[in-house]
């Protein structure tokens, strides 16, 4: 055999043989989704409750703040395909026009739109603000204490966004800390790996391919915890989904039409990966003033619902004298009773002051008596599903705050 020959079949073996994981990962995301399939199977019903569940994503973009090319009909269509009740839009801001007026509000084709505004101070802190913020279009640079005391006089919603870069711990008056990002997450992302993933996994499990970077936001989630601890306030987590529709390529026409592309994050599957779940009190209407008030409260929880419907988690409290649930105070009377319901069989962690005191299996209702003062909230994990989803959170709720 001629010596190109040789070398030929030798580099043939190689690529084969370099390819076996790739085709071990495909595997392991058709076993993910049928597990995931089986837990969504051995769904409980919700108990009854005083609060209706609205699902919904939060830091969501379109062509408006420059980042993006997504239009108001694609997330409109896109958030109609999830079957979500609202959509929290967070658009960059423009020196020239006010974006945050300029966006979806309002109710269209069913669902309840905020227009919120992503703004960046004058040190690189970002914030979101709900509803957005005309000011924040302004170009003069401004300190995140200004912008969050302005927001507050004005009864809207201040929310730190990527806090593993945030700076001004110490400003007053935020509401909370957006714990989880999908695109700092993909950040994370090997391109090379994530090629050859697309290649063998893209046709068949393109929502999974997520499975394949997703992981815990522990230093987010350790930032949120030392804040609550050293303000004692309650700061609301929330999770963003930062949808923009802006990763792939595209051939257009003179006019912009489409003419062919391909978009590896279009909002439909963008607005599948996590959501925020809203409790809203049954006597009340879901409207902007009934939504932005429970979200403020910490009435929510976060669900990484690719991996089974969330839908019917509940967390609350009792002392014997009043009931409470996520994002509320409650008195210590000699003991407080914490009661978890997980819809399908779960591992659930309970921690205290960001200090997990509590970890079991095969949960599927639970009564935690605790006995000491603190902020108690939980995660909800799922094994079932393998390695590594099954080591990440499912569920991430809203502390208890015990005083």
Known sequence: MKRWKKLLLALLVVVLFSQIPFAYRRYKLGRLQAAIQQVNSQRRNSEKSDYLEYT????????????????????????????????????HTSDRFNTAAMTLKGTHGGILFINGTEF????????????GDELANDSRPSSSEDVITRTKAAARLAFVAYPQEFKSWTARGYDGVEVYNVYTDALQINPVTMFFDGLWSYRSYPDLLFANFYRRPDRNLQKWDEAIGSTSRRLVATAGNDAHANVGF???????????????????????????????PNDKQL?????LASLGAGHCFIGFDLFGDTSGFSFSASNGVEHKIQGDEILFEKEVKLSVNTPAPSRVILLKDGKAIKDENAVGRKEYLVAEKGSYRVEVYLPQLGKPVGDQPWIISNPIYVR
């Open 56 to 91: 919904g994503v939060m830091h969501v973009h379109s062509f408006l703040g420059g980042h993006s090319t997504g239009n108001f009909e694609q997330i409109i269509a896109a958030a109609q395909a999830n079957q979500l009740r609202f959509v929290v839009m967070t658009e």
């Open 250 to 280: 595209s051939l257009n026409s003179d006019s912009g039409k489409p003419l062919f592309g391909v978009t590896l994050d279009p909002y439909e599957r963008s607005f599948r990966l996590v959501r925020l779940h809203v409790l809203l």
């Open 120 to 131: 960046r101070a004058g040190n690189a802190d970002r914030l979101l603000l709900v509803p």
């Open 287 to 291: 409207d902007a003033e009934s939504l």
